[in-house]
């Protein structure tokens, strides 16, 4: 049986901004998303699903659209109330995306820690990728 090579959207997240949200226990996180393929990429939602780090999934009315080393800034809301000093392991923030004409999942595993003023400071780990619906194809 002849393996198949899957080509992958690839891109890069950054935390690029922190702030209070309105909601005690809340901040408003700023994260640049970039397009580091050559194909455009659709990107339809987000969401952040760790219990210390949380959003729940945020769908755009209108989908961001990234060509080839385009980025876009997205601001999400985020529970997460730790004491300074904590870090947080394996948090995630999922992307629903559409590349090559076909629906993807983009996982960017974070290392979460909290400054002295319990801001939190989220650094990508890891990217990987998984197409939806791909074990139905098996």
Not at 12 to 31: M, N, Y
Not at 33 to 55: D, E, M, W
Not at 62 to 89: D, H
Request: with cysteine; charged share 20%; hydrophobic share 40%.
């Amino acid at each position: 049986m002849a393996n198949e090579h899957v080509i992958e959207p690839h891109i890069e997240v950054e935390q690029i901004s922190h702030r209070r949200g309105v909601k005690a226990g809340t901040w408003l996180l700023q994260w640049e998303i970039k397009n580091l393929g050559q194909q455009p990429l659709t990107i339809f939602a987000v969401r952040l699903p760790h219990g210390q780090f949380r959003s729940p999934e945020q769908e755009f009315v209108l989908p961001y659209k990234l060509s080839a080393n385009e980025s876009v800034a997205l601001e999400i809301e985020v529970a997460c109330s730790e004491a300074p000093g904590t870090a947080v392991e394996n948090a995630f923030l999922i992307l629903r995306v559409l590349w090559l004409d076909n629906p993807w999942r983009i996982f960017a595993r974070l290392r979460v820690t909290f400054d002295s003023d319990g801001a939190p400071h989220a650094g990508t780990e890891l990217i990987t990728t998984q197409q939806t619906g791909f074990s139905e194809r098996l």
